[in-house]
C-alpha cells in the first residue's frame, strides 16, 4: 500500500507570497493531520480534517489554513508569508470512523519550505 | 496542557552498547503514546502504541514500555543504522483532542 505522499517536497517563496502544499493519504485513511516542524519548536499541530470538515485546530495564526477534498486528499495554505514559517511541514493519514477513537499517524515525507 | 519531556536531548552509543531513552507526559487522561523514529530530511516513522500502563511492545532491537507517568525506548545492541531521532507523543482522551503532542525528540548516534 502507498504512503502518504506530499508535493512539492521542496519550496523557496518570498516574504508576503502565499503558498499551498498538498497531501495525499494512504487509501482508505479519511483523517488527514498538519504538522509544522522546527528546530526551535519541534513539531507542532496545526489542524485535523475529516470527511472535508475541520475537526481540531492548533494555534498557529488565520494565515494558515486548509481543506479537505472529498478523495480525502487535503491542502495548506499559508498567506502573507513570514520569515519564521520556514519549515518542513508535514502531513500525517489516520485511519477513523468518524467517532472518538485514535489511530496511529502515518508521516509524509514533508515539504521543505524556505521563506527568504 | 498536555506536556511531553524527553530525555536525553542527545545520546551517543558505541555498537552493542545498550541504552534507554526516556518520554514523561502530563495529560488529561492518556488515549495513547506514540513512538517514531525520524531520519534527516524525512517524516516521523511510526514505531510503537502503547494505551496503558504495564504494556510493553517489541520489534527488532527496540522495546517500548509505559507506566503512568512515562515511557521508555530500551535499545538492545544497538546498530550503526539505528541512528536517528527518535520522538515521543501522546494523544488525549478528550474528544476533539486529536492532535499528537511531541516531545523534542532524543538524537541518537550509534558508532562502528
Known amino acids: 500500500k502507498a504512503g502518504v505522499t506530499q508535493t512539492p517536497r521542496y519550496l523557496i517563496k518570498t516574504r508576503g507570497q502565499q503558498v499551498t502544499l498538498s497531501c495525499s493519504p494512504i487509501?482508505?485513511?479519511?483523517?488527514v493531520s498538519w504538522y509544522q516542524q522546527t528546530p526551535g519548536q519541534g513539531l507542532q499541530f496545526l489542524f485535523e480534517?475529516?470527511?472535508?470538515?475541520?475537526?481540531n485546530k492548533g494555534n498557529f495564526p488565520g494565515r494558515f489554513s486548509g481543506r479537505q477534498f472529498s478523495n480525502s486528499r487535503s491542502e495548506m495554505n499559508v498567506s502573507t508569508l513570514e520569515l519564521g514559517d520556514s519549515a518542513l511541514y508535514l502531513c500525517?493519514?489516520?485511519?477513523?470512523?468518524?467517532?472518538?477513537?485514535?489511530?496511529?499517524?502515518?508521516f509524509g515525507p514533508g515539504t521543505r519550505l524556505t521563506v527568504t | 496542557e498536555d506536556q511531553v519531556t524527553q530525555s536525553p536531548e542527545a545520546l551517543r552509543l558505541q555498537e552493542g552498547e545498550s541504552s534507554s531513552l526516556n518520554c514523561s507526559y502530563t495529560?488529561?487522561?492518556?488515549?495513547?503514546l506514540f513512538w517514531y523514529r525520524q531520519d534527516p530530511g524525512k517524516g516521523p516513522e511510526f514505531l510503537f502504541t502503547l494505551y496503558s500502563a504495564g504494556e510493553e511492545k517489541e520489534k527488532e532491537r527496540l522495546k517500548a514500555t509505559l507506566t503512568k507517568k512515562e515511557s521508555f525506548l530500551h535499545i538492545t545492541a544497538p546498530k550503526p543504522e539505528d541512528s536517528a531521532t527518535y520522538l515521543c507523543?501522546?494523544?488525549?482522551?478528550?474528544?476533539?483532542?486529536?492532535?499528537?503532542?511531541f516531545g523534542s525528540g532524543t538524537r541518537l548516534q550509534v558508532q562502528p
Open positions: 480534517y475529516f470527511s472535508e470538515t475541520q475537526r
Open positions: 495529560v488529561s487522561g492518556l488515549r495513547g
Open positions: 500525517a493519514s489516520s485511519w477513523s470512523s468518524g467517532g472518538a477513537e485514535f489511530y496511529e499517524q502515518y
Open positions: 507523543a501522546v494523544q488525549a482522551r478528550y474528544t476533539g483532542r486529536r492532535a499528537l503532542t
Open positions: 487509501s482508505g485513511h479519511r483523517s
